[in-house]
């Protein structure tokens, strides 16, 4: 009871030992879905022509499974994570950690038992000085001595025993409140119910008209005991539910490897590779107050040209400041962990802070898109102004006076749209925003490079031999979930060679490209796609998608859609043009308000991309750092210094001749 999970995942708070971090890396650059099988009506590639992803669980019961999770959700969000906050400052820390512990330590006998039907020896011998230690000194197992004094916990149930055993589960199960399970660990949960003492140090009666005997203590305690667990994750798991567009299919893939009895291999075997090494230390960029997701509002804005109305989420200041808008990555969204990290710095430095969702992202493209399918610059660069500018002006409705200097900060993707707006800001018109100052942290520079890279980075483990590349691919994931249960800093050197960590980024970006196939076919159905698009049945849908790289993206659903609509000259070559920052050369050296952060070693550049930097933008506009590949050095003190003194010298207040017009629909 006293391991923080929500939906059998270890959510742990931000900052401390960086375990949160861990949790990153097991969800953000392990985004994984379900492994590819053969689709019917699609001739799939030879195994020496594409990576296969090791298979899940099976999920014949997936729409009853999802419906299951968004009951869970609405209980967690609607119910657990508001109370929780009462609950959290009604009983402090320290007190909810010796509950935790004290659930732990009254579990003892279900965990010796089953190290000792598992064969480990070292583990039950570790767990019963453990108990005894917390017993005795600890008070009742309220304090945990034993991991004070560096007794190693060894935790161990039924469900892990059968699969020592031999018991392979064969089908995927969404359990009511408690979370992602299968038939095995089902039946284990039932053993562990019994191998609990509870049971019978707390026997009661029933009697029909009395509703408090109708649950027993061991179920008041249980139940009590989970939402003690909770009250500290449930903010995280809000958060990773509304930052993934289907948080369902990365916890049942997820599932399947956290549930692993392997042990995985941590030897590196192959030449690491300090560019795509680096990028993965992103992961240790996250908000250091636990707190601050949830001390955000959000609102939502009327987008005209769709009618309908975006979310998005700030920070603001008790006075006048100057106000930050915040752009994520390829397909983030505006809770994700790295805005969310970025928006708590500029925050604590005395800026507000406002968080939109990227023009990839589901949320965006259903809501402020007036283009099925982003891709074309020019039109996901105006969709984002609009939407920006609308968003000012709710603000501005909602805080009159109290919006200063305007910043557009955006990191990856978000920061290439900020660098495209500053290019285009002498031609655009009223009642447009203008920002002050333009912060475009590790840009790409062009987008027919990048995603080349990305589509290069999946198809990294074709390096191994076709025998050996089933067996690296799920020690790969192996590694990831047992990091997700260690204690790690941003000064620990994660155990993967330059095959592994380049896929895991390939991986990654590969998902995010699977998300915005759907949610762009789920919108305009250009009838490519053979598998039938559904909100409750998407496993076969998923598989069929996966088999698309970037350029098929381009090539197969956004020429053809920009085509159909109107823009017929529009051709690989012409949406690589407009995609690229150098065709903005000109507007770009005309802002002296740009401020441009990236590292030498990124991946998304080239030489020839950091001629043309240094060639466009002055030695007051431009910072270049020698080492952390693409966004692998943000939680680095020196890098989030050039951060912040990107945003120097702008004001707390404005002329109030200089604040866009006002729409009156979005007074309210």
């Known amino acids: ?125 570790d767990e019963s000085y453990r108990f005894v230690c917390n017993s005795t000194v600890g008070v009742a197992g309220f304090f945990d001595v034993g991991t004070r004094w560096k007794i190693p916990k060894s935790d161990a149930d039924f469900g892990q025993t059968f699969g020592q055993w031999g018991w392979r589960p064969q089908f995927f199960i969404m359990l009511p409140i408690l979370g992602p399970s299968n038939e095995r660990d089902t039946l284990g949960l039932a053993a562990d119910t019994a191998a609990n003492p509870l049971l019978y140090i707390a026997p009661y009666e029933f009697v029909a008209n009395n509703p408090l005997t109708w649950l027993g203590p061991y179920t008041y305690f249980t139940y009590a005991a989970l939402y003690n667990d909770m009250s500290d994750t449930v903010a995280e798991y809000a958060r990773f539910s509304q930052a993934e567009m289907d948080p369902y299919s990365v916890i049942q893939y997820a599932w399947t490897f956290a549930r692993e009895n392997r042990v995985a291999d941590f030897q590196v075997k192959g030449e690491p590779d300090e560019a795509s090494l680096e990028t993965l230390e992103s992961v240790f960029f996250t908000y250091k107050n636990p707190e601050f997701p949830g001390r955000g509002k959000t609102r939502s804005a009327l987008i005209p040209a769709t009618g309908r109305k975006l979310k998005f989420t700030f920070w603001m200041q008790p006075g006048n400041a100057p106000v930050v808008y915040l752009m994520p990555g390829l397909g983030g969204h505006r809770m994700s962990q790295p ?58 409705a909602l805080y009159p006076g109290r919006l200063g200097d305007k910043a557009l900060m955006g990191y990856s993707m978000g920061a290439f749209h900020s660098l495209f707006l500053a290019s285009t800001e002498p031609t655009n018109q009223s009642p447009l925003i203008k920002f002050d100052r333009y912060v475009a942290i590790n840009t790409p520079i062009r987008l027919v490079h990048g995603v080349s890279k990305l589509d290069e980075f999946y198809q990294a483990p074709l390096g191994w031999s076709v025998g050996e590349r089933t067996d690296n691919i799920e020690n790969t994931f192996l590694k990831v979930a047992a990091l997700s249960k260690s204690t790690l800093t941003p000064h620990t050197s994660l155990p993967f060679d330059a095959i592994e960590s380049k896929f895991l980024i390939g991986l990654t970006f590969r998902f995010m490209l699977r998300d915005i196939i759907f949610s762009s076919q789920r919108r305009n159905n250009q009838g490519i796609l053979k598998q039938p698009v559904r909100s409750l049945r998407r496993n076969p849908l998923y598989q069929e998608i996966l088999q698309y790289s970037y350029r ?98 702008l004001k707390a207040s404005r002329p109030e001749s200089t604040e866009p017009e006002r729409s009156g629909r979005n007074r309210r």
């Open 552 to 649: 098929d993206y381009f090539e197969k659903f956004a020429i053809p859609y920009y085509q159909a609509h109107g823009l017929a000259s529009q051709t690989a070559e012409t949406l690589g043009e407009a995609g690229d920052l150098r065709t903005y050369t000109t507007g770009l050296r005309a802002n002296p308000n740009i401020r441009v952060i990236v590292n030498q070693n990124d991946f998304l550049l080239e030489e020839e991309d950091l001629k043309w930097l240094h060639s466009t933008f002055g030695p007051g506009q431009l910072t270049v750092f020698g080492q952390g590949g693409h966004l692998g050095n943000l939680s680095n003190p020196s890098v989030q210094k050039s951060i912040l003194g990107a945003l120097t010298n």
């Open 339 to 396: 805005s969310l990290a970025l928006a708590e710095l500029v925050y604590n430095s005395g800026f507000s802070a406002v968080c939109v969702s990227s023009a990839f992202s589901s949320e965006f493209m259903e809501s402020a898109s007036t283009a099925a399918m982003p891709a074309y610059l020019p039109v996901d660069g105006r969709d984002m102004h609009v939407a920006l500018t609308e968003i000012d002006r709710r603000l501005q």
């Open 1 to 125: 009871m006293a391991t923080r999970k929500i939906g059998g995942l270890n959510f742990r708070q931000a900052g401390g030992n960086g375990r949160l971090a861990v949790v990153g890396l097991w969800l953000g650059l392990s985004i994984f879905a379900h492994g590819q099988e053969p689709v019917v009506g699609l001739v799939p590639p030879t195994a020496q022509e594409t990576v296969v992803l090791p298979k899940s669980v099976p999920d014949p019961l997936e729409p009853l499974n999802r419906v299951i999770w968004s009951v869970n959700k609405g209980l967690m969000i609607g119910v657990i994570e508001p109370t929780s906050r009462a609950y959290r400052f009604v009983v402090v820390k320290p007190i909810r950690n010796g509950i935790g512990n004290f659930g732990r330590n009254l579990l003892y006998p279900g965990r010796l038992i089953n190290n000792l039907l598992q064969g480990k020896w070292r583990g039950a011998r």
